[in-house]
């Protein structure tokens, strides 16, 4: 702050400090503004996602690390949940009819997963994986094994 003697006032403190704090102010709001416009092209990307072609080859490795590792299931997705289109809450509520209200990746996954996934034995779980402040936060899909006798 550079104030010459002649302009020097308690007031042009006030103003200076009030300068600097809507200064900063409008510098969060447009870095807020970025990171809302960078999760919209990341949201977009996501809905507009197709299966790769060598999905079942990855999902096939990805559950052979879990069973070396003795688990017996293997997360195959994450993404927020304020993507679906009621942001979770069938999940929440152990809604059966969840998979109905899926659309864009969400859904071709899922119909990946009844075409290909169900079949060969396996099933699928879905839950909020984090509750930042109290809100569902990241949705994770779940392939999962289980013998008959274990249900």
Known sequence: MTLPADKFSAQSIWDYVDGKKRAAEAAERAEAAARRAEQEKLREAFEAREIAPDALDRIATLVRRAVDAGEKEALVMRFPSEWLPDQGRSITSHDPAWRERLSG??????DFYER??????????????????GIPGDVGWFITWKRPEED
């Open 116 to 133: 290909e996934l169900a079949p060969r034995g396996f099933q699928i779980k879905v839950q909020i994986l984090d509750w930042p402040g």
């Open 105 to 110: 990746f969400p859904k071709r996954a899922y």
